[in-house]
């Protein structure tokens, strides 16, 4: 299968990389446009910040930030193109939903809302579920683990069971190693070194390096480089779908890694 692109729309006010970019809702959806234009295969929309130590945004406050948005893209995307609702919140889910988008990403893997897999079963959604060592709030004290990618594959494999038995098809899941969320440098590196171990379970796998801290430098934005070549590791790995704010270079550098693996 072909990699995924996922670009990232963040339509929060302290997001690590692009807080604020987008202050206004025709900016927001003229941005989605254009990250389509460039080769996402789906747009994530999210109206909470999950970087390190970030506070909570209650569900009336997401909904303002995303519904108008994703209401406004689907009416102007192709309808091939997915939209993505990055919250944990059944309520922000559901009304994001409603205004068109098709796609759940959960940072909490269905752990902090329940009703996450009640609404992907329901609606025949594909849902992803990432690992996350504590909160956003936390994640980034102490972080620990004896062996990083067992520990992540296992918990990733539990929650894909849970989602399975309260009804969502298993083709439709996709597993999030949850790359810098609770993680040091080294447990990122082996995270992606160990890439295999998450594709070889049969699930879809997404990567979510996009600007981490972990790749070195004090300014995201000049991160690229590195996450360019993340997304290539990724798909000699098996991964299918890379969340990323670079869309463009993302984009070339996945279908150059996929055409060499194929050919």
């Known amino acids: 299968m072909k ?12 997001s690590f990389s692009d807080g604020g970019r987008y202050p206004q809702p025709d900016q927001a959806v003229a941005y989605g446009v254009e990250m389509v234009r460039q080769g996402a295969d789906i747009v994530d929309v999210g109206g909470e910040s999950t970087r390190p130590g970030a506070g909570r945004v209650d569900a009336e406050e ?5 519904v108008d ?26 009304a994001a939903v409603e205004a068109g988008a098709d796609m759940l990403n959960d940072v909490s893997a269905g752990r902090e809302d329940t009703a996450m897999f009640a609404l992907a079963a329901s609606r025949s959604l594909p849902m992803v579920l990432m690992h996350m060592q504590g909160t956003p709030r936390t994640m980034q004290q102490r972080p620990q683990y004896q062996d990083v990618v067992a520990e992540v594959r296992a918990f990733l ?9 309260a009804g969502i098809a298993r083709e439709r899941l996709v597993l999030d190693p949850g790359i810098g969320f609770g993680k040091t ?3 990122n590196l082996a995270l992606l070194h160990g ?18 801290r972990f790749m070195g430098g004090d300014d995201p934005a000049d991160r690229v480089g590195a996450t360019c070549a993340s997304t290539a590791l990724g798909v000699q790995a098996g991964v299918q779908m890379f969340r990323v704010h670079d869309v463009l270079p993302n984009r070339q ?11």
């Open 157 to 165: 494999l539990q929650r894909a069971d849970a989602a399975m038995a």
């Open 195 to 212: 890439l295999g171990r998450l594709t070889d379970t049969g699930f879809r796998v997404l990567l979510g390096a996009s600007r981490k």
């Open 185 to 187: 440098r080294e447990h």
């Open 69 to 94: 948005v994703v209401r406004a893209l689907r009416q102007q995307l192709p309808v091939a193109i997915s939209i993505s609702i990055d919250t944990t919140l059944a309520t922000v889910a559901r």
């Open 253 to 263: 550098a996945a279908d150059l890694a996929w055409q060499w693996a194929v050919a």
């Open 3 to 14: 990699p995924l692109i996922m670009g990232i729309l963040n339509l929060t006010p302290d």
């Open 62 to 66: 997401q909904c303002r930030r995303v």
